[in-house]
């Protein structure tokens, strides 16, 4: 018998949704406003998990769910989640047998969707009416707007559905300040009455998205929904929030590199002593973004270690300084804790937003929930 060397142990790179992150952060929301909270779990819950961000939201006391498909939404129902759920966007159809079967709440934006909603003969259907109120996507435009209650209200009285919620959605909330919402919110106290007067009663109506939730309850109404707040992002900027996620990864290989080395593909970058060089197995098909700032760095045993030459498909290299790592010592790429570097670091690193360093983390990452 041949004696094989066992592997390393080394933890494979790991994203880690934090449900304590998640629980603080809607309580900041629950302190914020009077308004119910709708946790919104599109694009898998921010890149965390859409069961286990709602899981964690619900426990915490959000009270509804928003998706944008019927997928996600029948996903959340199979997790055994029992609150109410708004879906709008569509993007797998409207499925008015699923959505009536599964007391999911459709949002509508035109008299085209509502038409195909009703095309399904379910009944028990609950809708809410979607305005644009200033973003010109997919709410329903102002000419429309007539048309789409009366056709709601013909459909509510033949009981083939009933008018659950009226929705607008903020172009400007991450401005922070309550005069750009003033129009918008204008417009839905307008529409509540139209609903009013048509015979749809008074549904729950909501307009704020996280900005808006966290820095103007001018616009709260009856819920507000709150989606990258939950994972630590507050557009408005007004908010310190919690960090909800980690993503880590192992070092794979470590060597000492002599100054004036070129690293990577190209030799963009030439160290400038001798020093370690590790390897950290997630490149931008993980979601490492490929166009980086030089401040761009990783934590390890308590140390940032800045990213040197290019990102590759797979793998970044790290400049570890006087040491060599030890396989499968872990890298700390983001995380709620310092001197790790947060998902607000990458972004600017990454000159982009947190919603697409988190929503960019790809499929071979693995997920866990701590
Ligand atoms: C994404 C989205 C939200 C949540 O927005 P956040 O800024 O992430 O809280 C709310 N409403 C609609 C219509 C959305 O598309």
């Known amino acids: 018998m041949s004696a094989v060397a066992a592997p390393a142990r080394v933890q ?168 750009a919402n003033a129009a918008a919110v204008q417009r839905m106290r307008r529409a509540r009455l139209e609903l009013l007067e048509a015979g749809l009663g008074d549904p729950i109506t909501h307009l704020a998205a996280t900005a808006a939730a966290l820095s103007d309850p001018a616009t709260h109404f009856d819920m507000v929904r709150f989606g990258a707040g939950l994972v630590g992002i507050d557009p408005s900027g007004t908010t310190a929030l919690h960090g909800a996620s980690r993503l880590t990864a192992p070092i794979v290989h470590s060597a000492l590199v002599a100054a004036d080395t070129p690293v990577g593909y190209g030799g963009s970058t030439v160290t400038r002593t001798a020093t370690h060089l590790s390897v950290v197995p997630l490149g931008y098909a993980d979601g490492i973004p490929r166009t980086l700032h030089a401040a761009a760095s990783v934590e390890v045993r308590g140390l940032r270690c800045p990213i040197v030459g290019r990102v590759s498909m797979d793998q970044i290299v790290i400049d570890t300084g006087g040491e060599r790592m030890p396989l499968g010592t872990l890298a700390t790429v983001f995380g709620p804790d310092d001197p790790a570097p947060s998902i607000h670091e990458w972004a600017d690193w990454a000159g982009t937003i947190p919603h697409t360093v988190v929503t960019g983390i790809g499929p071979r990452v693995r997920r866990t929930t701590a």
């Open 12 to 179: 494979p790179p790991t994203l880690e949704t934090i449900a304590s992150g998640i629980a603080a952060n809607v309580g900041v929301a629950r302190a914020r406003t009077r308004a119910r909270i709708m946790a919104v779990v599109k694009a898998d819950g921010y890149g965390h998990g859409a069961v286990a961000v709602a899981h964690a939201a619900v426990a915490a006391g959000a009270a509804w769910l928003g998706t944008t498909s019927m997928t996600d939404a029948l996903q959340l129902r199979r997790a055994g989640i029992t609150v109410p759920i708004l879906t709008w966007l569509h993007a797998d159809g409207m499925d008015g047998s699923a959505a009536a079967a599964e007391r999911i709440d459709v949002a509508v934006g035109s008299v085209e969707a509502l038409e195909a909603l009703l095309a399904h003969r379910a009944r028990g259907l609950r809708v809410h009416l979607h305005l644009d109120t200033g973003m010109a996507r997919e709410g329903c435009a102002e000419p429309a707007w007539a048309e789409l209650l009366l056709r709601a209200q013909r459909a509510q009285a033949g009981g083939r559905l009933r008018v659950t919620g009226l929705m607008g959605h903020l172009a400007k909330a991450d401005r922070a300040e309550p005069a």
